[in-house]
């Protein structure tokens, strides 16, 4: 994809009105050269250049798909860079990603909690289902605690239940932003380490949620509505839960 990218962008810059202009800038001399240059070189140097010339260049290239696909990758390579962690294995790794733009959104994300650093994009990108944790570090940095340790606890092998397909649609888009705060973050955490996962997190959702309502209605109650520490020592409790959590 890259190769092509390159051969369209030299190509359509040589026959361009404006190749005068750009003659002396970094990217107008590698473009002029007869010799191929390597994808890192190229994309290191496109991100390099002024923003201005850049969007004179991409007029070059002609398939919408392909500039498209570039723009995508183009937005990881430059938070790589703000990072300095734009080397060759990191280019490799980002350029060969299958979901180039989950990628992007995940270094996004970790870049703006000033969180993105080698072991956190290695892991991002090799996380087998970026698109849910994505969805995760959304409500993160939306409710502004999207942090290094709270990243930990997110991705830990035993928080998985945290990113999953059920949790994400029984509880994470059932909790309003402005109601996520640490402490309840904190508590969803220990929520998933439960033996039944789900139910001790429908638990704190409901404890969110009553919160909210009792501040909404003016009511100060001296003690917790729920127990955090509440048992849920038997299965038929749990299947109560469950499916009353179902029809709300």
Known sequence: ??????????VGYKQSWFRFFFKY??????LEQDTQVSAFTFSDTY???????RLWFETCIRQEDNLSQFDRM???FSDLKKAELLTQ????????????????????????????TQANFT?????????????????????????????AK??????????????????????????LTQAYFDRLVIASEDAYPIV????????????NLMNVLGVHPGHAVFNQAQSTHTASVHRSVSESAVRL
């Open 1 to 10: 994809m890259f190769e092509q990218i390159y051969q369209d962008m030299k």
């Open 25 to 30: 800038t970094a990217l107008g001399k590698l």
């Open 47 to 53: 991100l390099s250049s002024w923003w201005w010339n």
């Open 74 to 76: 183009l937005r990881s």
């Open 89 to 116: 294995e990191n280019f490799t790794l980002a350029v060969n990603h299958p979901d180039p733009g989950s990628l992007a959104l995940a270094l996004f994300y970790l870049r703006k909690a000033s969180i993105l």
């Open 123 to 151: 892991l991002v990108a090799n996380h087998p289902d970026l698109q849910r944790l994505n969805s995760v570090l959304f409500d993160l940095t939306d409710s502004r605690i999207l942090t290094q340790e709270n990243f």
């Open 154 to 179: 997110l991705t830990a092998p035993n928080h998985t239940v945290l990113i999953s397909e059920e949790s994400r649609r029984l509880i994470w888009s059932r909790i309003p932003l402005a109601l």
């Open 200 to 211: 001790a997190l429908q638990i704190v959702l409901y404890q969110i949620l009553a919160s």
